[in-house]
């Protein structure tokens, strides 16, 4: 498969359990991004991944952790969320020029 | 502060007029704007960045430092443009790809 493919497109989970999304790109892009959309905000930047090293992390509360094993695969790590967290991530990569490859998103609720 | 904003979440505009979706920044430095674009059921994709000086499905946009804006420019509007169209900021880390973007604006052009 090609593109930027995330999974599961869809989850719920209680304030206390532990999940992860994952993110894989077929694009051969040395950057990855985890980016979160709520409603009525803009597309907030979370993490960025150059290289396989953390380059960017906006203050971005520790309950997300990020993980980027190899150029091609990245991972957010969920741990006790909120409710407030509840909201659209996104996924995308790069080769570092501005163009985004967007994958379709997890949509992730919080109970 | 970097911040990208669109006054507009709703224009609405019929088949074969003109269209323009306003896109402000904030910026202290030599901005890099792109739009990028959301049709239904579709991925966040690009649509045009400045410096490229394109145009995209007869999309245009014009960057004007004296006004600190890249509005989005097409003269005759066709049914298969609407969409979610964001205006997007790169940070100082411009070679990284590093995005902010604006909250968007719902493009619905009608028959």
């Known amino acids: 498969e090609t593109g930027v493919t995330q999974t599961p497109r869809h989850l719920v989970m209680g304030m206390t359990n532990k999940k992860s999304l994952k993110c894989e790109q077929h694009?051969?892009?040395?950057?990855m991004y985890w980016y979160k959309q709520s409603a009525k905000k803009p597309l907030e930047l979370m993490f960025v991944y150059s290289l396989e090293e953390r380059v960017e992390n906006n203050s971005v509360p520790s309950r997300f952790s990020p993980e980027c094993p190899n150029s091609s695969h990245l991972f957010l790590h969920l741990h006790t969320l909120q409710p407030e967290d509840s909201a659209l991530y996104l996924c995308?990569?790069?080769?570092?020029?501005?163009?985004?490859?967007f994958g379709e998103g997890s949509r992730l609720t919080v109970l | 502060a970097q911040r990208v904003t669109q006054p507009e979440k709703l224009l609405s505009v019929f088949k074969g007029a003109p269209v323009e979706l306003k896109c402000n920044y904030s910026?202290?430095?030599?901005?890099?704007l792109f739009w990028y674009v959301q049709y239904s059921r579709q991925r966040l994709q690009l649509l045009l960045r400045h410096i490229s000086r394109e145009s995209i499905k007869g999309f245009t946009a014009d960057l004007n430092k004296g006004e600190t804006s890249f509005h989005l420019k097409k003269p005759f509007a066709q049914e298969e443009d609407s969409a979610m169209y964001y205006c997007?900021?790169?940070?100082?880390?411009?070679?990284?790809?590093?995005?902010?973007f604006g909250k968007g604006t719902k493009l619905s052009v009608k028959p």
């Open positions: 997007a900021l790169s940070g100082f880390r411009g070679s990284q790809g590093n995005l902010i």
């Open positions: 910026y202290s430095g030599s901005p890099e």
């Open positions: 694009l051969g892009h040395n950057a």
């Open positions: 995308a990569s790069s080769q570092g020029d501005g163009e985004l490859f």
